[in-house]
């Protein structure tokens, strides 16, 4: 960690920490807004008469705030480096490997319940959308009017503070960038951010909310992965940090 530039470091934390803040806030801030009249339009369009509409609103997607599942590796990694502009490298290497092991395993099984959740979700949105014209219209009810403006100006926000964040660590250290994990996963959430956006805009409004789902279940999915890595990553540092321990007590 020689010549780390700490003010480029704590900026980098403060970023990633935006990014999750906002994707975790993305129910707020994005959906709410009135489909009733996109819903009587819908059912003209099917030929169907629902009669008086009352307010329909428009749902927030998954999508987004699935993606904090991934990018909280990226702010556990950022909270690592400037762990260590506080704390001794020997002590550090106590500390770590523990926390590591708690926030994967923590990581692991809030991926996979979250996967399950979405899963069923998806599950229950195509088999609405297929049972026309009732089941369709049920569908347009509760998910068939996404905020693909919100949610792209959301997803711009983030996309451009975790290029924010990915710049300030090379400024912090560009040996940063000889970190093959961080690379990965710096690649890995700028790329799901990528394809989310793409999602949105591939199909008709009506079919975002599915298609937002589709990759609310492969970002779940991905987050397992990561925190399947941290834990294995984790053991090593475990074991040497006691290593050491007994090495000093049989010394002295």
Not at 42 to 61: K, Q
Request: charged residues 10%.
């Amino acid at each position: 960690m020689g010549g780390l530039r700490k003010p480029f470091l704590l900026l980098a934390l403060l970023a990633v920490a935006l990014v999750v803040a906002l994707e975790l806030g993305s129910s707020l801030l994005t959906g709410g807004g009135d489909a009733g009249g996109a819903l009587l339009a819908g059912a003209r369009d099917l030929g169907v008469d629902v009669g008086e509409v009352g307010r329909i609103s428009e749902p927030s997607g998954r999508g987004t705030g699935y993606l904090a599942l991934i990018d909280v590796v990226a702010l556990w990694t950022t909270g690592l480096f400037c762990l260590s502009l506080l704390l001794t490298e020997r002590v550090q290497g106590r500390v770590q490997g523990v926390a590591t092991l708690v926030f994967a395993v923590l990581l692991i099984l809030a991926s996979l319940v979250l996967l399950v959740t979405v899963f069923v979700e998806l599950t229950v949105m195509v088999s609405l959308f297929l049972a026309v014209p009732f089941g369709t219209l049920a569908y347009l009810a509760l998910w068939g009017f996404f905020p693909v403006g919100e949610a792209s100006l959301l997803l711009g926000l983030v996309l451009t503070l975790k290029l924010v964040w990915a710049g300030l660590l090379l400024l912090a250290q560009p040996r940063f960038l000889q970190n093959k994990g961080l690379v990965l996963l710096a690649l890995t959430t700028l790329v799901c951010t990528v394809v989310l956006e793409l999602l949105h805009r591939l199909v008709p409004v009506i079919l975002v909310s599915i298609l937002d789902d589709v990759g609310a279940l492969v970002f779940a999915v991905v987050a397992l992965v990561w925190g399947l890595v941290l834990l294995v990553g984790s053991v090593p540092a475990i074991v040497k940090a006691v290593r050491a321990t007994g090495v000093r007590r049989g010394g002295t």
